[in-house]
């Protein structure tokens, strides 16, 4: 995928580690799936005959013979995106979507895995794949656990026809009916255009401040593995998508004037002040640094309010995003943890969908959000005991390498030891390197070999995508702000690693 001296940089800079992965044989041995094995209790909704025994495989066979099974089943022609429709699929099927994160990041990761892979030396291909298989099985067996959740089939008798779809989805989403979601949600699947599915979707996902943000990374996680798996799988992956979104947390009834509802509320009232031409307006670093310290201090509801005035004096919302990304990375600086990682990964996910969507309402709501709901997770982390470092990401100075010192491997070496020293070497180093491809390509393989949970993919395959959706003038810090997630070359491979290395050997 990458060009000859990229690609010696790269091998370089894991030292090595990447050598055992060279000869990619696949095992085989895989038994065949009779018609028989293949048939779906009745209680259970049930996919595509052509997907369906790869669905039951990942569902049927044991945790510690996965691996082996899938390379084997792989050398005998399986594709890629066979493999990626199963693992989704298995997971909606099989994983509660509620609360929208824990054990349902068996489904979340999907795509996260898959921008990985796609990234990813040819060698290296399956491994985020691997590891996304491993981890489905973890969650299969806690709902076991937790009352063994299946999706069952929809009921068809309330599906509506084609002509009322929309509108019985959206007075079922509004209304917070999960009955009628469901129902709703398998017509609209039916009946509508992906484009004007995920149109839909986009608002949903950003409506409320619940489970820290996987609503909207769901919504922007489902949609992008279904561009790769193809439409005809989305009515299992919406339904658990609606189902997921209508979660309110215990708040009560939709008019209970829960906090979390709040912003989507007053965001409504002021995205109607916006100036019409907003999408055209001028980068300024200045507007970006002014929104930057807000961010620091302001509220869900002064914040978006400076954010409408900046556009309507004329700045791009570009410098807004630039912002709003860099916020997030720099509030991780400040607290490393779960929470702050879901400023990133969510901010991610709402920038994505922003860029998806071709609604100039739904766009300024998206911005909106994301302005909104940084400040909460701000006070999220102080809410949780968490405390906030005296770390500035605009003002970080970068650490000017030694002789010899500085290098890719130095950097992940420190992230190890020293989070910060890293990241001031991070910064010099993508001053030096405009196109720090050695340094993404090094922290993808990283998590490859180091990764120990679905946060480790989640958040890499987000930091490193949006690096490159920051102006030039910005990145390189926000980029320094990710090495407080990022994993260190110092820590042990996985056990996983060295099995799924076992298996590509053999």
């Known amino acids: ?21 060279a000869d990619g044989a696949y095992l085989r041995g895989l038994p065949s799936v009779s018609a028989e094995e293949a048939q779906v209790d009745p209680k259970i909704v049930r996919f595509q005959p052509e997907i369906e025994p790869l669905v039951r495989l990942l569902e049927d066979t044991p945790r510690e013979q996965l691996i082996e099974e899938v390379a084997a089943r792989i050398k005998k022609g399986t594709s890629y995106r066979e493999v990626l429709t199963a693992l989704l699929l298995a997971g909606v099927r099989n994983v509660q979507p509620r609360p929208v994160g824990f054990k349902f990041h068996a489904v979340l990761v999907v795509n996260s895995a898959h921008l990985a892979s796609l990234s990813s030396p040819d060698e290296l291909r399956w491994l985020p794949i691997f590891w996304a298989l491993d981890y489905f099985k973890v969650a299969q067996a806690a709902d076991v656990r937790e009352g063994n959740w299946t999706m069952a089939p929809v009921d ?53 401040f619940r489970d820290i943000g996987h609503k909207a990374i769901f919504v922007a996680n489902s949609w992008r593995a279904l561009s790769c798996m193809g439409w005809q799988y989305a009515e299992p992956v919406l339904r658990s998508l609606a189902y997921a979104l209508q979660d309110r947390g215990g708040d009560g009834p939709p008019d209970s004037d829960a906090a979390a509802d709040r912003p989507w509320r007053n965001n409504s009232e ?67 943890g779960i929470v702050a990682l879901h400023a990133v990964t969510s901010s991610n996910a709402l920038r994505f969908a922003y860029e998806a969507s071709d609604s100039d309402d739904t766009r300024r709501m998206l911005l909106l959000q994301n302005a909104a709901f940084l400040p909460l997770f701000r006070q999220a982390v102080v809410g949780r005991g968490g405390k906030l470092a005296d770390i500035q990401l605009d003002t970080l100075e970068p650490l000017d390498p030694a ?79 990710s090495v407080f997630n990022l994993r260190g070359s110092k820590a042990a491979d996985t056990a996983l690693a060295e099995r799924s290395r076992a298996a590509l050997r053999a």
Do not use: C
Request: glycine residues 6%; without cysteine.
């Open 270 to 336: 002021l995205a109607a002040q916006i100036r019409p031409d907003w999408q055209q307006g001028k980068l300024e670093d200045t507007a970006t640094a002014e929104l930057l310290a807000a961010l620091r201090t302001g509220s869900e509801t002064d914040v978006p309010q400076q954010v409408v005035a900046l556009l309507n004096r004329g700045v791009a919302a570009q410098s807004i995003w630039d912002a709003l990304l860099v916020s997030s990375s720099e509030l991780l600086a400040r607290s490393p």
């Open 156 to 208: 068809e008798s309330a599906v509506p026809t084609a002509h009322h779809a929309r509108e019985a989805f959206t007075r079922a989403m509004d209304r917070w009916d999960e009955q009628a979601v469901d129902a709703a949600v398998a017509g609209l699947a039916r009946s509508a255009g992906a484009n004007e599915v995920f149109e839909l979707f986009a608002r949903y996902g950003a409506r409320d």
């Open 1 to 21: 995928m990458f060009g000859g001296p990229s690609r010696r940089r790269f091998l370089q800079a894991t030292t090595g580690a990447l050598a055992a992965f």
């Open 403 to 481: 002789p010899n010192d500085g290098s890719v491997e130095d950097i992940f070496s420190d992230v190890s030891d020293d989070r910060l020293r890293a990241a001031r070497k991070t910064l010099a180093y993508a001053r030096q390197h405009p196109a720090p491809e050695q340094f993404i390509n090094t922290a993808r393989v990283l998590v490859f070999l180091k990764g120990k949970d679905s946060h480790d993919y989640k958040f890499s395959s987000a930091v490193l995508e949006d690096y490159y959706h920051i102006s030039p003038a910005w990145r390189d810090r926000y980029l320094a702000g």
